[in-house]
């Protein structure tokens, strides 16, 4: 468990999910340009999706931005 009151772990419910899987320093123009190509692709394919962009990050900030790890995903129906 974390010992820092500010961080909570939350469980949630399984879901399917559509991920783009992406390196860089995240910022507004990044993430809209991959979040604007996972939608283009969903939509192209018929998958339906059910959520807005969810953006996960896995890097501490100071990990070089080539090196990070983000993805953008999408909830989508089974």
Same mark, same amino acid.
């Given at each position: ?9 939350? !469980? ?5 999910? /559509? ?6 320093? +995240? ?13 283009? /692709? ?5 998958? !339906?999706?059910?959520?807005? /962009? +969810? ?6 900030? +100071? ?7 983000? !993805?953008? +995903?999408? !909830?989508? /129906?089974?």
């Amino acid at each position: 468990m974390p010992n820092d009151s500010r961080i909570r772990i939350v !469980e949630r419910p399984e879901r399917l999910v /559509a991920v783009t899987r992406f390196s860089g320093r +995240m910022n507004d123009g990044l993430y809209e340009r991959k979040r604007s190509e996972l939608m283009t /692709a969903l939509q192209r394919d018929g998958v !339906e999706f059910r959520s807005g /962009a +969810m953006l996960a990050r896995y890097d501490a900030p +100071m990990v070089p931005g080539f090196m990070r790890r983000n !993805e953008i +995903m999408f !909830e989508v /129906a089974e």
